[in-house]
Structure formats: structure tokens, C-alpha cells
């Protein structure tokens, strides 16, 4: 009767193991026996859920501490023209007698008829939204789309609040409908811009990598200019992102559209925290 028993306890421990939960009446004494297997499972799911709690924990402790760090850099975001514009000319760069308008109305969507401006505003407020959520010191150049202000004044932001990054958003036109795509303008090597050019250009080709991943337009490239006042007269790193070209019809219908701002705003944004990691 008892090597019955046993060899009845060994089978209940191989159906145990296979099964999860085997529940058998020995003796008739009406006592169940039941598999510790349930627990044991319990006490893994316990386990796995403590794990994924602490592992949520972690990774917001992780966002909260970039917060802080964020929150010593400054960002500038420049929204390039106004609806009113600004007459009159003034210096390319310091000392300099070449001159250019100082704030025009920008280019107009060739198909969708939305201005450029407007467009830029919309997206920089998003770009602001998106960085302030991650904890960066954002600082607009302007509040409003009719505001007008000259490329030195915008400079003199980027300059008096001391930012570790201004960044202007344009959209971009030609007199050919077929060139599409994003560009990033960066300043190039020269008197003025010396202390700042190298960081520039690393910031520019990665935020303009990450937009063109992101966007899934054109990349242009990074292109070098001597022949901006903003960034003559800046004495911080600063670049100009083109998000698409307003006169092709592809990139006008999806820049101009409010709908894709939020978009474009994350992959600005992105190609931004990039910089900082």
C-alpha cells in the first residue's frame, strides 16, 4: 500500500511539473493535495511586476534629472519674418557698409497661398512646447506674427540672454517649382563668427539630420553663409533651418499645413536635444 502511495506522489509530482496544478484524494481520507506550483507563479508575477515598477521608477528618475540639466541651457528660437515687416536697411555685420532689409514678409506658399510667416510662428511656438516639456530655458525672439523686428535686434536675444543655441526657423523659396527639400544654413568662418562657427555646424548637421529622418524630405545639406546679418551680429551659436521649399508643391502642402506643425516641431526639437545629450 505504501510503495502505492508513493509511486501515486510521484506521478502527482511529474503531472504537477507538466500541468501546473494536480489535485488528487489519497486513502479516502478526503484530504486534497494540491500543487505548491500556483504559488510559485505568484510569486513570479509578483516579482515581474515589482521589476516593471521599479523600472518605470528608474526611467522617470532619469527623465527628472535631465530636467534639471536642461534647465541651465538656453534655447532661442527665432521665427523668421513678420506680416508687417520692417523698412529700411542695416548692416550685414559690424563696421560693415553692405546692407540688407531689415525684416521682409518671407516667401508664399505657391500652391497653398500661406504666407511664410505664419508658418514660422506656428511652428516655433510648438518647438517651444516640445523643449519646455524637456526642461530647456526657451526664449522666443517674438510673440507675435505681426511683430516685426530687425535681424540685429533677433540677434541682440540670442546675445543679451546668453543662449547655448539660437535656432531660426525659415521656409525656404525658388523660381524653380522642382527644388524641394530642407536645408540648414550655419555661418561661415569668418571675423565675426570665429568663437562659434565649429559648434554651429555640429549643431546644424544634427538637427538637420534629425529633421530629414524624421520628416522623410530632401536633405540639401549644410551650407555656409558670410551674408547673414543674424548671424554677423551674433556673438552665441546660432543656425537657420529651411523646413521645406513654399514654392514645390509637395513640400508647400505638407510645411504650410497646421496639421503637420506638430511634426515638425517634435523633429526640430529632437534634432535639438540631440545637441545636448
Keep these: 500500500m505504501r510503495r502505492k502511495i508513493t509511486l501515486l506522489l510521484v506521478i502527482v509530482s511529474i503531472l504537477s511539473m507538466v500541468t501546473g496544478c494536480v489535485t488528487i484524494n489519497l486513502g479516502g481520507s478526503g484530504e486534497e493535495k494540491t500543487s505548491k506550483v500556483e504559488d510559485v507563479q505568484s510569486s513570479e508575477k509578483n516579482d515581474s511586476n515589482k521589476k516593471e515598477t521599479t523600472n518605470k521608477e528608474e ?24 506680416s508687417t515687416g520692417t523698412s529700411g536697411n542695416e548692416p550685414v555685420s559690424p563696421n560693415s557698409s553692405t546692407t540688407k532689409l531689415k525684416d521682409g514678409l518671407g516667401a508664399t506658399g505657391s500652391y497653398t497661398n500661406i504666407p511664410e510667416h505664419k508658418t514660422n510662428m506656428s511652428v516655433a511656438l510648438l518647438v517651444r512646447k516640445e523643449l519646455t516639456s524637456k526642461g530647456y530655458n526657451v526664449i522666443l525672439t517674438k510673440q507675435d506674427v505681426a511683430e516685426s523686428r530687425s535681424n540685429i535686434e533677433r540677434a541682440e536675444v540670442g546675445n543679451k540672454n546668453n543662449a547655448d543655441l539660437v535656432v531660426r526657423i525659415h521656409a525656404d523659396s525658388a523660381e524653380d517649382s ?37 520628416i522623410g524630405i530632401k ?14 551680429w551674433s556673438k552665441v551659436p546660432v543656425v537657420l533651418i529651411e523646413m521645406g521649399f513654399l514654392s514645390n508643391k509637395e513640400d508647400d502642402n505638407f510645411v504650410s499645413n497646421t496639421a503637420n506643425h506638430p511634426k515638425i516641431a517634435k523633429a526640430i526639437s529632437d534634432g535639438i536635444d540631440k545637441c545636448f545629450e
Design 59 to 82: 526611467s522617470s528618475n532619469k527623465d527628472n534629472d535631465s530636467n534639471k540639466e536642461n534647465s541651465n541651457i538656453t534655447i532661442v528660437i527665432d521665427p523668421g519674418h513678420s
Design 219 to 232: 536633405n540639401r545639406g549644410v551650407i555656409e553663409r558670410n551674408d547673414l546679418t543674424g548671424f554677423n
Design 178 to 214: 522642382s527644388v524641394n527639400g530642407a536645408s540648414m544654413h550655419v555661418p561661415a568662418n569668418n571675423e565675426y563668427t570665429s568663437s562659434f562657427y565649429k559648434i554651429s555646424k555640429s549643431y546644424g548637421t544634427t538637427i538637420l539630420n534629425t529633421y530629414v529622418d524624421e
